[in-house]
């Protein structure tokens, strides 16, 4: 508070000068408002974090070259970036939230017009000569309006780029609801997949088994066992299928095409990727690129420079200066300046200081809390990112292979009958399970990247790796199976 | 190892200066027999043929023959493509095969290079008490390093065995065992040309592995001649009218219907000694108990590739595992190419029978040190089998050594004819 103080006494001067020399410039102002000037800004940030386009549509002919444009990628498969891409260009939300930007640039437009000046008149009529109509006119310009028009001004233009912070804030959520919704998509398709083959291998066991109980080598019991896991890995299936819808419809939601139309993402999920960018030098990054940070900073800024402004304004005794003119009876006119003073008795701006005051408080305790949150969530992403890391990357080069060994041996074994074929397949169903488990940790280490990368308002460039068939089905034939999922 | 030839010598040299020896200390009492040898008129007993093996070199020390077995870690070949990690003695399981005659004072000293204790029993033998070999009874158990001595004098003839008495169901287990064959003072009647034995043996040695597992009592996968299976198992070579023993040793935890192609023997015969002539029964196959040997024999007055092996027919094949699924009789058609799309390489097996089998693993890749379960080629095809199998070749011609002669070639119209296709 003791700095706010401060400033508020440098800006009387200040405020005084500015606005007497503003005054004539302000009074040939136009008025004529664009809302689309501060849409650079916020494509500026998004172009700065993402390295994506984004589009405001204003019925210009720019918007069916955006729409071809998103046209092109909705043919082909979805990368993950091109999906963000697709909701940044189609997403109407994010069209509504653009529109706040014209609110706050008429807001602008609006603190830099002065306020239209007062003209009273009054006409008197004498019941006895002499006869002469007294007139007396007065045009009175609201004074303090005039004199503080240019803080106005500045305080309106702070507003408008607290604005595009905002904005820009949303079009970062929205690209991260989308890759969050992307993984989803893509982790439930390839989940399919892979259950899918795990439930063959239950069905050819049962199919075995049949043959086995046909040539009168196997029980019923047995048999009634095999049929009801291989049941119950189809139920599993099923359920798993479920899921693709919701997940398609949500991501068809954020991308503003709907889960309709001809638009897919791939079948499989991309491998984890051998190696992370420096993630503390993108800590200290976040601090200076988080557009919800810096939208909090802007508020601040703007509400101590509002509570300044009050502070000279409350005290200011004169409301209005004009021009009277009062035409006498006699025949002359009298013309000389008016002045009309409002006296700070009854209401002093406290209330109103007041008011500023708490919400001022109230901004620098959100910056501090925000400051922690972007802390914490940096924190917790990348404790996820690591932790998925390694997970998967244990499943990829141990357990994945163990399980792929333990099938060939397996084989060695049944080639010299020393394994039945039963058991051979089971070692195969546990090779298909670990390969689940492994989707699901990729799966999980692109979303705590996504978490990573809404943390920092930044995108991580992906270091490709060999990825691993990740169907369940064996690397030779892997090719047919591609067309699961995936439409 | 001693060749068969220096062996042969050293034998007769022995049983020579045996005579003389026992001469020298007659006032001992004899062990009972009907008759005894006048100096220099002996009939030197053909040696004893260990098939893969053979027996244990002595020194005369004072009168005493004296041997010197060594237990030890051993490697063993069951059969190219399986090295066994066993245990046995002088560098081999079963360990060499004493012969020694019927009144010879013997010395045997016993050294331990084991990891822990061990002792040895004269199984069979009669022998002072002391000399029993049971640790922690008869005597302190033998510590890893130590040397010790028993020393006997030989009261009477038969085929014996010798193993530990300490700890002595893993000992066992991991192949530490040997014959112990001891002359008659007089000469057989009739004599034998030609005298083999043959330690019987099962082993639990998991596919994958190398080491006899000692904790397996009932479901042995591997059957041993001297700790060989078919189709390393060497054949026993005999001239045709041959008089032949056999001696069956068994130290397994199973029992062994041995079964001979071609004859009818007589068990002469036991661990207790000679069957006499009145109880001798024919047979063609005879049980060999657990604990027990058998000594048959027979005229081999038939060329030809005759078999002898165990009739328990599990213990004539290699490894094979007892849980798995019966498929004899499954049609795997429409299944089959479901589970190479999952498994590519996969074959169904067995829906006919398990004589594919031999072609598939000489063409499939098995576990490590496995052998598959059945082998064998003989002049007309996959023999199909494996463990306790070999073959007597009898033959009108054969090398002094008895060498292998090859297969046996069938004078016209003495073999089966396909009659139709
Ligand atoms: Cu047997």
Redesign the interface.
């Known amino acids: 508070m003791s700095r706010s103080s401060l400033d508020h006494r440098r800006a009387t001067p200040v405020a005084l000068r500015l606005g007497l020399a503003a005054l004539l410039a302000a009074a040939t102002a136009c008025g004529h408002v664009r809302p689309e000037a501060a849409f650079p800004g916020v494509r500026d940030a998004v172009v700065a974090r993402l390295d994506q386009r984004v589009h405001w549509r204003r019925g210009t002919a720019e918007d069916a070259a955006v729409d071809a444009a998103v046209d092109d990628l909705l043919a082909q498969p979805l990368d993950v970036d091109a999906a963000v891409q697709v909701a940044l260009l189609r997403n109407p939300s994010l069209q509504a939230t653009y529109e706040d930007l014209g609110v706050a640039q008429a807001d602008l437009v609006q603190a830099g017009l002065l306020r239209n000046p007062v003209l009273t008149g009054a006409f008197r009529f004498p019941d006895r000569s002499p006869s002469g109509t007294n007139i007396e006119m007065d045009l009175a310009q609201e004074f303090v309006n005039l004199v503080f028009l240019p803080a106005r001004t500045r305080i309106a233009a702070a507003q408008v780029v607290e604005v595009q912070h905002r904005v820009a804030a949303e079009v970062l959520d929205l690209a991260a609801e989308v890759r969050a919704a992307y993984w989803d998509l893509v982790a439930a398709h390839n989940t399919v997949a892979v259950l899918r ?1 795990v439930a ?2 239950a069905d ?1 066991s049962r ?2 088994t049949e ?2 109980h ?5 029980s019923e019991l047995q048999l009634a066992s095999e049929t009801a896991l291989a049941t119950e890995l189809e139920l599993e299936v099923a359920r798993a299928e479920a899921e693709i819808a919701p997940a398609r419809e949500r991501l068809g939601r954020l991308l503003g095409v709907g889960a309709g139309g001809g638009w897919s993402v791939p079948a499989q999920l991309p491998a984890v990727p051998e190696a992370e960018p420096d993630l503390p030098a993108l800590e200290e990054a976040a601090y200076t690129q988080r557009p919800d940070l810096l939208a909090v900073q802007q508020e601040v800024a703007v509400l101590r420079d509002a509570l300044g402004l009050q502070q000279v304004t409350r005290w200011f005794p004169i409301a209005d200066v004009g021009v009277a003119v009062e035409h006498e009876r006699e025949g002359t006119w009298l013309v000389g300046p008016s002045l009309s003073l409002v006296l700070p008795i009854f209401d002093q701006g406290n209330a109103e200081r007041g008011r500023l005051e708490s919400q001022l408080r109230q901004s620098e305790a959100r910056l501090a809390a925000r400051g922690l949150d972007v802390r914490a969530e940096v924190g917790a992403a990348r404790a996820r990112v690591a932790s998925a890391r390694a997970i998967a990357g244990r499943y990829r080069t141990a357990l994945l292979p163990l399980r792929a060994r333990v ?1 060939a ?1 397996s ?15 089971q070692a ?1 169903q546990a090779e298909v399970e670990a390969l689940r488990g492994y989707i699901e940790a990729v799966r999980d280490f692109w979303l705590a990247r996504t978490a990573l990368e809404r943390a920092l308002a930044a995108r991580l460039p992906v270091a490709v790796a060999a990825a691993p068939a990740t169907d369940g089905a ?1 690397a ?2 892997a090719h ?1 199976h591609h067309h699961h999922g995936g439409h | 190892m001693a060749t068969r030839r220096q062996l042969l010598g050293s034998f007769l040299a022995a049983a020579g200066a045996s005579l003389g020896h026992r001469l020298a200390r007659a006032a001992e009492p004899l062990p009972t027999t009907s008759t005894t040898l006048a100096p220099g008129a002996a009939v030197a007993p053909p040696p004893v043929v260990t098939p893969d093996g053979a027996s244990l070199p002595f020194e005369w020390k004072d009168g005493v023959k004296e041997f010197h077995l060594t237990a030890e870690p051993v490697w063993r070949e069951f059969a190219p493509g399986m090295r066994v990690k066993c245990w046995g003695y002088n560098g081999t399981t079963p360990g060499p095969t004493i012969e020694a005659v019927e009144g010879d004072r013997v010395r045997i000293l016993v050294t331990n290079k084991l990891p822990e204790r061990t002792s040895i029993h004269w199984h069979g033998v009669l022998l002072p008490p002391g000399m029993d070999g049971v640790s922690g009874l008869t005597q302190p158990a033998i510590m890893p390093g130590e040397t010790w001595a028993y020393e006997f004098t030989l009261r009477q003839h038969g085929t014996q065995m010798y193993h530990p008495h300490a700890d002595e169901m893993l000992q066992m287990a991991v192949g530490m065992m040997g014959l112990f064959v001891i002359h008659p003072r007089e000469a057989a009647t009739p004599p034998v040309d030609r005298d083999f034995a043959i330690m019987l043996h099962a082993w639990a040695i998991h596919p994958g592995t190398y080491r006899p597992d000692p904790a397996v009592m009932l479901d042995f996968n591997m059957f041993t001649f001297n700790s060989k299976v078919f189709p390393a198992t060497a054949p026993l070579v005999v001239k045709t009218g041959q008089r032949v023993r056999i001696r069956f040793g068994n130290l397994s935890m199973d029992e062994h219907p041995m079964h001979l192609h071609g004859f009818k023997f007589r068990v002469t015969g036991t661990d207790g000694g000679p069957v006499p002539a009145s109880a001798q029964l024919p047979e063609t196959t005879t049980l060999v108990p657990v604990g027990a040997t058998r000594d048959i024999e027979f005229v081999a007055d038939v060329p030809g590739d005759w078999v002898l092996h165990c009739h328990k027919s599990h213990h004539t094949m290699n490894a094979m595992a007892h849980d798995i699924e019966n498929t004899l009789g499954a049609d795997q058609r429409g299944v089959e190419e479901r589970i190479q799309a999952l498994l590519p390489g996969y074959m169904g097996m067995g829906q006919r029978g398990m004589s594919e089998m031999q072609d598939m693993a000489q063409h499939m890749k098995g576990p490590k040190n496995t052998l598959p379960m059945m082998a064998g080629k003989g002049p007309f095809g996959n023999i199909e089998m494996g463990g306790m199998f070999t073959i007597v070749k009898v033959r009108d011609e054969v090398s002094a050594d008895y060498a292998d002669p090859g297969w046996y070639e069938h004078p016209e119209g003495t073999r089966a004819w396909k009659v139709r296709a």
Do not use: C, Q, S, W
């Open positions: 083959t063959e291998v050819v199919a075995l043959r086995l046909e040539a009168g080598n196997v099938v041996l084989i060695e074994h049944y080639n010299y009958m020393l394994l039945g074929p039963l058991a051979l397949l195969k064996p030779a034939d047919r």
